[in-house]
């Protein structure tokens, strides 16, 4: 009913900025909190950036003044600009968002794929 499709990822070097797009398409009738979530090899999915539906973002420590999450509600896109990249900001980059669908009363929460970063030193 409801896809998440993110683009953006690839390798780059440390110091360098990388932009991530998450699109949701599908049966829509609203869509609320959206967010970023990263997952390094060997360790848990952690906390990236949300952002609330009238667009108050929130950060991880680790990504404050580095990265800023945005959104276009009307493509029912988030994004996060990734800047001063480092290192050990290399995982694989998931979104996920609470969505109304049509026809139903409560959001669900969807997830992407997921799409690879990789910052070399």
């Known amino acids: 009913q409801v896809q998440l499709v993110e683009s953006g990822g690839g390798l780059v070097q440390a110091g360098g900025s990388l932009r991530l797009s998450c699109a949701a398409s599908?049966?829509?009738?609203?869509?609320?909190?959206m967010g970023w979530y990263r997952q390094a090899p060997g360790k848990q999915r952690e906390l990236v950036a949300t952002?609330?539906?009238?667009?108050?973002?929130n950060y991880a420590d680790s990504v404050k003044g580095r990265f800023t999450i945005s959104r276009d509600n009307a493509k029912n896109t988030v994004y996060l600009q990734m800047n001063s990249l480092k290192p050990e900001d290399t995982a694989v980059y998931f979104c996920?968002?609470?969505?109304?669908?049509?026809?139903?009363?409560?959001?669900?929460?969807?997830w992407g794929q997921g799409t690879q970063v990789t910052v070399s030193s």
């Open positions: 996920n968002a609470q969505v109304q669908v049509v026809g139903r009363i409560w959001p669900n929460l969807y």
């Open positions: 599908g049966s829509i009738f609203s869509i609320g909190d």
């Open positions: 952002i609330t539906g009238d667009s108050r973002p």
